[in-house]
Every structure is written in structure tokens, then in C-alpha cells.
């Protein structure tokens, strides 16, 4: 699996932007599809994520009623729309496919085995 992010950009507080990932492969469908973003200086967190069938979704407790994660098998992508950005959104993304390792929670980095290659969100205060 491939994974390609895109639609980070410069943006103010309280605006909106909407993160794509385009996903090489056949298996996109039956996968687990996360969102993780990186803040300067800081570790790589769980953002959301969504089941295969788009039937379950989860997010993190900070981006919960601002962020919505959707995808489109059809289409093999992934998106996060994010409103009300708030300078602490401000971080690289990156998009995850998992790789199988039902044991592991959805917002443990380590579950997902593919990643795309991070698109920049700067949210001007």
C-alpha cells in the first residue's frame, strides 16, 4: 500500500481545511485508515480514524465536533476535514493504513504498517 497526503497549507484560527490521502492498492477497502499528525517538537499523535466500510469512526478527544474523517473505497482515498482550527491543530499529517495487528488500539502508531509522506498544517494565531 502507497499513500499519498495532500491539502495542508497556511490557514487562521478558526478556518478550514481538508486533508486528502490517496491509497495505491487493492486491499484499500478492507483496511483501517488513521490520521496521526506530528507538532513541532512533539511526538506523533492519534488524530482519527475509520473502519473499512466507513461504518465505525473514532477521533481524538481534542479534535472531536471540529474534524471529520471519511473515505471513499471507490475512489481509494481518504479524507479529514478539519473546521475551527485552532493554532495547536498546527502540526505535519500524516495518513496510515493499517497493517493487521487487530491487537493493537486504533490510536497506537504501531498498528498502522503504511504511511504516506506528511502534508504541513500551519494555523496562524
Known amino acids: 500500500v502507497q499513500l499519498q497526503a495532500s491539502g495542508g497549507g497556511l490557514v487562521q484560527t478558526g478556518g478550514s481545511l481538508r486533508l486528502s490521502c490517496a491509497a495505491s492498492?487493492?486491499?484499500?477497502?478492507?483496511?483501517?485508515m488513521g490520521w496521526f499528525r506530528q507538532p513541532p517538537g512533539k511526538d506523533r499523535e492519534f488524530v482519527a480514524a475509520i473502519t473499512g466500510n466507513g461504518g465505525v469512526l473514532s477521533y481524538a478527544d481534542s479534535v472531536k465536533g471540529r474534524f471529520t474523517i471519511s473515505r471513499d473505497n471507490a475512489k481509494n482515498t481518504v479524507t479529514l476535514q478539519m473546521n475551527s482550527l485552532k493554532p495547536e491543530d498546527t502540526a505535519v499529517y500524516y495518513c496510515a493504513a493499517d497493517r493487521g495487528a487487530s491487537g493493537l488500539a486504533w490510536s497506537s502508531p504501531v498498528r498502522y504498517g503504511y504511511w504516506g509522506q506528511g502534508t504541513l498544517v500551519t494555523v496562524s494565531s
Open positions: 492498492g487493492r486491499t484499500f477497502s478492507s483496511r483501517l
